[in-house]
């Protein structure tokens, strides 16, 4: 399937869509319908015939029933269970570097770090706006740099509590995040 700049496209693996805004040789990035960049694979996106491309949830289910819902950038895990005894959507972002860029070569340190960081802001800008409530955030160990980082960014935000995440599941390079949201909508 050839895209094109400009070209309506529903997200296979999440609800909605956006218009493409640039097409590169591993990747093509969408704005998506609340103006974030979406960086997604070929078979993550569908063409849009037609001007309405909401799909609902269960449409989206449907269609990834024996997928992973993996993205470039993060992934949804459902199966948590809620006070009212219905799924939750947990989303995952990976930091580490190779799953955030084409090609790292001949950035400096700092410069991936801001990198990180600007994935890291505009993954939890979409979760908030989805108005998800549960993350997580793999940082790796390292040196520590990137997860104290993250950590500082976290302290910054408002209604979220924030612990290292399961360490039989992502060992100590992961922080799990919980966001709280006024209201009675659930």
């Given at each position: 399937?050839?895209y094109?700049?400009?070209q309506?496209v529903?997200?296979?693996?999440?609800?909605g869509?956006?218009?493409?805004k640039?097409?590169?040789?591993?990747?093509?990035?969408?704005?998506?319908?609340?103006?974030?960049?979406?960086p997604?694979?070929?078979?993550e996106?569908?063409?849009?015939?037609?001007?309405?491309?909401h799909?609902?949830?269960?449409?989206?289910?449907?269609?990834n029933?024996?997928e992973?819902?993996?993205?470039?950038n993060?992934?949804v895990?459902?199966?948590?269970?809620?006070?009212?005894?219905?799924?939750?959507?947990?989303?995952?972002?990976?930091?580490?570097?190779?799953?955030?860029?084409?090609?790292?070569?001949?950035?400096s340190?700092?410069e991936?770090?801001?990198?990180?960081?600007?994935?890291?802001?505009?993954f939890?800008?979409?979760?908030?706006?989805?108005?998800?409530?549960?993350?997580?955030?793999?940082?790796g160990?390292?040196l520590?740099?990137?997860?104290?980082?993250?950590?500082?960014?976290?302290?910054?935000?408002?209604?979220?509590?924030y612990f290292?995440?399961?360490?039989?599941?992502?060992?100590?390079?992961a922080?799990?995040?919980?966001?709280?949201?006024?209201?009675?909508?659930?």
């Amino acid at each position: 399937m050839r895209y094109s700049i400009g070209q309506k496209v529903v997200f296979m693996n999440e609800p909605g869509g956006g218009t493409i805004k640039s097409i590169g040789a591993t990747k093509i990035v969408v704005i998506d319908e609340d103006g974030f960049e979406q960086p997604c694979r070929l078979d993550e996106i569908a063409p849009v015939h037609g001007e309405e491309y909401h799909l609902n949830a269960d449409d989206i289910v449907a269609i990834n029933a024996d997928e992973s819902f993996a993205t470039i950038n993060h992934h949804v895990k459902n199966g948590f269970l809620t006070g009212k005894r219905k799924p939750i959507d947990v989303w995952e972002i990976d930091l580490h570097i190779e799953t955030t860029a084409d090609s790292h070569s001949g950035l400096s340190n700092g410069e991936i770090l801001a990198k990180q960081m600007r994935e890291l802001r505009t993954f939890y800008q979409r979760a908030k706006s989805k108005r998800i409530r549960k993350l997580v955030i793999i940082h790796g160990v390292g040196l520590g740099v990137l997860k104290e980082e993250v950590r500082t960014f976290l302290d910054r935000q408002d209604s979220i509590d924030y612990f290292d995440a399961d360490f039989r599941e992502y060992g100590k390079g992961a922080t799990a995040v919980e966001i709280r949201y006024s209201g009675n909508d659930d």
